[in-house]
């Protein structure tokens, strides 16, 4: 049972940000220098045309993939209509069967039942993170297997003769998540683990003996145990020195081993095992970066690894006989993500995604060619108008090397000089990956230079690294933004005066700390579901995140003991010092950076007679799911940076 499905992939994704906004996707190389080399279609060339935000939005996303019984049709998502719904297609390809039909809360596909054509999907209210589990009999009749208020449910997977399947929720005590063991016919259910301890929920062995539980002790560190779930005896399989983190993966077929992570050896997570009868360990693969996550197909005959080099994913599907990677297709522009193996094995879903390439949904027969079963690019968009992402580097006030993803206009030349944005991550442990973004590519087109900045603390390039901001925050990761902008000023088609800063969620942090701490370096900030006020956030963490608030804590501070050093982080307790434009974009039923966050910032800068713009939205949470309000804040977006920092310069003044 994969554990990439199973549990939070890591500590940092408390605070998760701009999940709306960007997605994965594949890019360019840089040469030697750090310097963007430039695609044939980008040079010399202008956008044969520039398109209205509408026309970005209009584009589709898909996500997710789960095989019918028969494996004929597949069940996927999809925001066609406006938000996000439910629909299968045949595996072929053909029309889309709508299985959904939600015109307010978005509701995700999670699975078909192994054995008959009944669904599972997950939706909450108005994105307030309270997802339940809902079942859609074959007659479309619905049922809540989640029944009750204010409680969080999440889908742990299906048994492997597919008789029952395990649901962890937190009905019980809203701060731990217990998992339950549900009959497939009658919905009967039991207790399968009660999680008094607050352990992260991994992956189930297909015997349904064991169960992979892993300890945030700080984002840094954390342990393994298997737990025995007849008995709930726990075992402890993480012994090390110093901080390292391990993760939980797959069980093997057989039941007799777990496949985990660790990065104790060395600066980069590598892939082992243990094996249950004797705790004995075996290394199973490494590579020269994070190994993301591994998991076995239904019957063990391939197993996936997905390997993070460089803010790209590398995905190998190896055939375990052989222990040999099997040949996948070669596709254009874009990398394979989110591979699904069939029951039988003999087929997989994937996604292709790339800077010109949104999400596409593909079937793969093994042995023979994939079948493209989605376009979401919208067709009035012509892929040659948008541009392609570079990886550079540069070294920020203390020589530490800063890996950054960069996106450069047709019109920024040398003789017409672009407008510029630092785009930070949230997190503060997220990544900015090569990435199809309607966003960037909407700014991009408009002529903005959009450099994706993955400062200290970034996963993806090391422990090291992603322990840099630890107790930093409002500094180091902060001054490697500044430096940033004297990169983006030592490029020969950047305005050097025409530099802002945008990011959501910690990246929104990011954002207004800039203006507050560092006033006078960036012309313009847009701050996304941003966290102004570390004291309250930290103070009113959903309960759910109770298993990881102490070592959130030892991230960012403690507000009973650090009390001060928060304040002097956040950017609310010095708004007085901001003096440049702000937007504020802010979903109201947020769980995680709640709207007092934003309301209290927007009320302090406005009293500095400085320009700000506030766009809230009633029926979102944190990130912007719903397409009409993707293109009314998008939009704005546009609108302020070209009257604040497109201008002629004398618009950003207050």
């Known amino acids: 049972m994969p554990a990439t499905f199973l549990r939070l992939r890591m500590l940092s994704a408390a605070i998760l940000a701009l999940a709306a906004l960007t997605s994965a996707a594949s890019a360019q190389s840089t040469d030697t220098k750090g310097v963007p080399t430039a695609s044939p279609a980008q040079t010399a060339t202008l956008p044969s045309k520039q398109y209205k935000i509408e026309d970005f939005i209009e584009t589709v996303g898909v996500s997710g993939a789960s095989f019918s019984a028969d494996e004929s049709r597949i069940l996927f998502s999809s925001n066609k209509s406006g938000i996000w719904n439910t629909y299968s297609m045949p595996v072929g390809g053909g029309e889309w069967a709508t299985v959904t039909k939600s015109t307010t809360d978005n509701n995700y596909a999670v699975s078909y039942f192994p054995d008959d054509d009944r669904v599972l999907v997950t939706r909450d209210q108005g994105g307030n993170e309270l997802n339940h589990l809902y079942?859609?009999?074959?007659?479309?009749?619905?049922?809540?297997?989640?029944?009750?208020?204010?409680?969080?449910?999440?889908?742990?997977?299906?048994?492997?003769?597919?008789?029952?399947?395990?649901?962890?929720?937190?009905?019980?005590?809203?701060?731990?998540?217990?998992?339950?063991?549900?009959?497939?016919?009658?919905?009967?259910?039991?207790?399968?683990?009660?999680?008094?301890?607050?352990?992260?929920?991994?992956?189930?062995?297909?015997?349904?003996?064991w169960l992979s539980l892993s300890k945030p002790n700080t984002t840094n560190d954390s342990d393994l145990y298997v737990a025995e779930l007849a008995g709930g005896k726990l075992t402890k399989i993480s012994e090390h020195k110093g901080e390292a983190n391990f993760a939980g993966e797959d069980f093997s077929p057989d039941s007799k081993w777990l496949y985990y992570t660790a990065n104790d050896a060395g600066e980069f997570s590598e892939l082992r095992r243990v094996e249950l009868s004797s705790w004995k360990h075996e290394p199973v693969q490494k590579a020269d970066w994070d190994i993301a996550y591994s998991y076995f197909s239904h019957d063990g005959k391939y197993r996936v690894v997905a390997v993070n080099e460089d803010g790209s994913t590398s995905i190998q599907v190896i055939d375990?006989?052989?222990?040999?990677?099997?040949?996948?297709?070669?596709?254009?522009?874009?990398?394979?993500?989110?591979?699904?193996?069939?029951?039988?094995?003999?087929?997989?879903?994937?996604?292709?995604?790339?800077?010109?390439?949104?999400?596409?949904?593909?079937?793969?027969?093994?042995?023979?060619?994939?079948?493209?079963?989605?376009?979401?690019?919208?067709?009035?968009?012509?892929?040659?108008?948008?541009?392609?992402?570079?990886?550079v580097r540069f070294k920020s006030f203390d020589a530490m090397e800063v890996p950054n993803i960069l996106w450069k206009p047709y019109q920024a030349t040398a003789q017409a000089k672009a407008p510029a944005l630092v785009w930070v991550h949230g997190g503060p442990g997220g990544q900015t990956t090569r990435a199809h973004s309607a966003l960037i590519q909407y700014l991009a087109n408009h002529g903005y230079v959009v450099l994706g900045i993955n400062n200290r603390g970034s996963s993806g390039y090391g422990k090291t690294f992603y322990a840099a901001d630890d107790g930093k925050h409002g500094r180091e990761p902060l001054w490697d933004t500044v430096a940033a902008k004297k990169y983006l000023q030592s490029l020969d088609y950047v305005d050097p005066n025409r530099i802002g800063i945008i990011g959501g969620s910690y990246g929104g942090y990011m954002t207004v700390a800039a203006l507050a701490f560092q006033p006078e370096e960036f012309k313009v900030g847009v701050d996304i579901f941003g966290v102004t006020n570390w004291l309250r956030t930290l103070e009113s963490i959903p309960s759910y995140w109770e298993s990881f608030r102490e070592a959130l804590y030892k991230e960012i501070g403690n507000p009973t003991t650090q009390r001060e050093m928060l304040i002097a982080t956040s950017p609310l307790f010095h708004a007085g010092k901001i003096t440049k434009p702000l937007m504020v974009l802010q979903g109201a039923n947020d769980p995680r950076v709640i709207k007092p966050e934003s309301d209290e910032i927007v009320a302090a800068v406005k009293k500095n007679n400085v320009p700000v713009e506030y766009v809230v939205f009633d029926d979102e949470g944190h990130g912007f799911t719903k397409k009409k309000n993707q293109i009314e804040g998008y939009g704005k977006i546009l609108a302020f940076l070209d009257t604040y920092l497109k201008g002629d310069g004398a618009a950003a003044k207050p």
């Not at 999440?154 to 217990?178: A, L």
């Open 135 to 209: 079942v859609l009999a074959t007659d479309g009749k619905e049922r809540d297997l989640t029944p009750g208020d204010e409680l969080k449910a999440n889908f742990n997977g299906f048994s492997h003769d597919g008789s029952h399947f395990y649901v962890s929720s937190n009905e019980r005590d809203p701060k731990f998540f217990d998992l339950y063991r549900y009959d497939s016919k009658t919905y009967e259910r039991s207790l399968a683990y009660r999680n008094d301890a607050g352990y992260e929920l991994g992956p189930i062995s297909n015997d349904g003996r």
């Open 320 to 391: 375990v006989a052989s222990g040999k990677p099997i040949a996948l297709p070669k596709l254009p522009a874009g990398e394979i993500r989110g591979g699904t193996i069939a029951r039988s094995e003999k087929r997989m879903a994937f996604y292709l995604n790339g800077d010109r390439q949104p999400n596409d949904l593909y079937v793969l027969e093994f042995g023979g060619q994939p079948k493209q079963l989605t376009r979401s690019l919208n067709p009035a968009i012509d892929p040659a108008d948008l541009v392609d992402s570079s990886v």
